[in-house]
């Protein structure tokens, strides 16, 4: 299996998406109202409600979770002079790939909250002068609704945001989940349940054994157990791969030759015994969400035989690649 690096943009794509739907709306108000259930918008008749920042100082504090696909952290200062400040960082993969800047300021007799994009280099991507705006429609004790955007806490330690994007007029909400940090000297976190959703359906586990000559281990899978050989990767006598199936059972055999020529970890790691497993998940994403500080060996990418891929190495040492099935088209086979 040739490992390939694959890039992706789905951070940036996402962020575009929510800038256009400040400015854009649906066309149909049917379509609106059915496709934000979390978020508001405030026409052009109303007014916003009066409001002033202390209402927000349920905001205050750190907090961590999930969304656009990776890990999100987002800090918010104390209420002071009509105003709180606020950073957010977005991680793929264990690294930043975007910033967030900004405040939600008392304006008139309400509120409004502005933010400012900046790429992990911290090039911005609005114009020097221009921001993004967010102004205040509805306020609960436990719920800020800025027009597009919302904030809304579940007790103390737990928080939600959600904001309506418009992806060429189909119009969606991405949500967020967060924990606070720090909260009454305790650290809280997401629950065992919750994180288990966020991380996506796991589908299927398959072991991986890395062998000098598959053909041996073909024989005695088939033949003395009653396998059957659904997939292989090379030229007979000379398999670099083969994939073997009994009643829902799967197990793959790979040379560990082939193990080389994908990466040095991976042959190594299979020289000293250690275990190769192969987990295919309904949401790849959502695994890399929750894959920070852990040893990336072969980075996210797409197979020709249409599954994108990510291999970590876990605390004991072994190996583990996550796969789903890819989106776009996968590259062609070499």
Not at 38 to 52: F, G, I, K, Q, V
Not at 148 to 154: A, C, K, M, P
Not at 168 to 195: H, I, L, M, P, W
Not at 297 to 325: C, N, Q, R, W
Request: net charge negative; aromatic share 10%.
């Amino acid at each position: 299996m040739k490992m390939r690096t694959f890039v992706t943009s789905f951070a940036v794509c996402c962020a575009a998406m929510i800038l256009a739907a400040m400015t854009v709306s649906p066309q149909d108000p049917a379509e609106m109202e059915a496709a934000w259930t979390n978020t508001l918008r405030l026409d052009d008749t109303s007014l916003p409600p009066p409001a002033s920042i202390d209402r927000v100082a349920w905001l205050a504090g750190t907090w961590r979770g999930t969304g656009l696909g990776g890990v999100v952290e987002e800090v918010w200062s104390e209420p002071s002079g009509g105003s709180m400040t606020f950073t957010f960082k977005l991680l793929q993969d264990g690294s930043p790939s975007m910033y967030e800047f900004g405040f939600i300021v008392e304006e008139g007799d309400s509120l409004v909250l502005k933010l400012k994009h900046f790429h992990a280099s911290l090039a911005g991507w609005e114009e020097q002068e221009k921001f993004v705006s967010f102004q205040l429609v509805k306020l609960t004790d436990d719920a800020a609704y800025f027009d597009g955007l919302t904030y809304r806490r579940e007790g103390d330690n737990r928080l939600r945001a959600f904001v309506a994007i418009n992806n060429n007029g189909s119009v969606s909400e991405q949500g967020f989940v967060f924990a606070r940090r720090g909260y009454g000297g305790k650290k809280a976190e997401v629950t065992q349940k919750e994180n288990s959703m966020n991380q996506g359906k796991l589908k299927k586990l398959t072991p991986m054994l890395a062998v000098d000559r598959i053909e041996p281990s073909l024989e005695f899978w088939t033949k003395k157990l009653g396998f059957r050989n659904t997939g292989e990767v090379g030229e007979e006598g000379a398999l670099d791969f083969v994939m073997l199936e009994r009643d829902g059972i799967e197990i793959m055999y790979l040379t560990r030759a082939s193990l080389q020529q994908d990466a040095a970890n991976l042959n190594a790691a299979a020289a000293i015994g250690a275990s190769l497993l192969y987990i295919e998940v309904d949401n790849i994403e959502r695994v890399i969400a929750n894959l920070d500080g852990v040893k990336i060996i072969t980075p996210k990418h797409d197979e020709f035989y249409g599954m994108t891929e990510i291999t970590i190495k876990e605390p004991g040492g072994h190996l583990v690649t996550f796969a789903s099935k890819t989106v776009s088209e996968p590259p062609e086979r070499p």
